[in-house]
DNA sequence: GTGGTCTAGACCACG
DNA sequence: GTGGTCTAGACCACC
């Protein structure tokens, strides 16, 4: 499982783990019953304060996607995978449909805001690939 | 010119305004030599806090896309409507990159992402014409 | 509006905050539309950390009762009302059951308990009126 | 002896089964001089560690309720029904108080923390007949 | 070892 | 002034 965070993001670091943790779930990476990584250990991989991780488990914790364990940690409830797809589906769905919202009201054309979409969905498939 | 901010983004409200200005200046509905919305007046439209125009009015005047006349208000600069082109671009296609780079990093299939993609656009489409 | 938390209490004192808000908006004593406390005042009265008072905030957020105003504060939403006054009775009846369930299970007869409540009853309805 | 422990409550669990001892002792489930259930025992049946348990048999030695008896277990003491006569009440009582407390600062009228009362006491004699 | 709570104090965005 | 986030580090309950 690899965790992806952005410190200089506007989006706050826990949000954004929250959201790692999700797609983890999604994904299968995390698998149902399973126990997620435990507060001290991810925040040394993040580079991040404990208490930061902390209160995205917290968050997960209120989605119904983990529950915790006393003593043992946090585990991934039994409908957490179902779960997670939908909420990742919204999650991508929403910021893809702001950042396009903003193309449209930025007044670029239909065509040159396909042309950049274009261009960047092949440029992280090289990545991807890569 | 039309304002669109949006007070529940992750996006500070200034720098909303900040982007709204130079989509105004990059489309030309805001003309090199004109005068932008007075603080005040902006600030009663979009119903936030003058505080909050004001600070992005100085963020504009640091990239150089409006200078302040004294007793006139805040006139676009002549080398505006090209730097503003460029600097939409640079938004917009930012905030597609890092959309993106999110529904990678979920692990959605290329397709799955492609078609959320020509759903919302077409989704957008529809508002714009409509 | 009076807060009563208990700081050796085992119920956490953020969550006690959160019950006395949801009793203070259920009585009327916090009407729909104000602003509740801010954090650095209301930590100040309690002598807890503002820390502690904004968790609760954010608890008390996400039951709907309040709302944050950018700048402003937190305001009590319309639907808060009626909302608190469902919470508070769950959460008085909870803490009445779990005294009941542990009353009956320490084996104790029913006439013994129910002479413990009345005389219990009468003691908190003599500080009431003293 | 029936042992009723509730992992989500805000009480610990070692004091939840200290309080559960007490009322066996109490009610003479668990005789004077008798040997109380091994903390390996007791730990299976409750489904929680064997350090808890431990914890809380040390606790209830330190009452003087119990005392460890080298290669046997853990022995009820020859005073411990009378004292454990008195915890019991103390235990119920603070309990109580502390519930009708919190619905007197609820500003539920009296009237209606007595409806709440009898509803409760109701609800918990069936599932004692039941 | 685990998570949960709390204090302490910093910085930021916003009004 | 407001709340929001983050770091830092303490102590506790539990395994």
């Not at 943790?21 to 040394?44: M, N």
């Amino acid at each position: 499982m690899l965790f992806n965070v952005h410190p200089d993001s506007t989006v706050p670091i826990y949000e954004q783990i929250v959201g790692q943790v999700i797609f983890g779930i999604a994904s299968g990476d995390l698998a149902a019953e399973s126990l997620i990584p435990s507060v001290r250990e991810l925040a040394q991989v993040l580079l991040v304060h404990p208490n930061t991780v902390a209160r995205a488990y917290q968050e997960l914790e209120r989605h119904g996607v983990v529950a915790s364990r006393r003593g043992r940690g946090m585990e991934v409830t039994a409908e957490a995978p179902d779960l997670c797809k939908e909420l990742r589906r919204d999650i991508v769905q929403k910021r893809i449909r702001e950042a396009l919202r903003e193309a449209v009201c930025s007044a670029l054309s239909e065509e040159e805001i396909r042309k950049l979409l274009e261009q960047e969905v092949s440029r992280l498939n090289g990545k991807r690939r890569g």
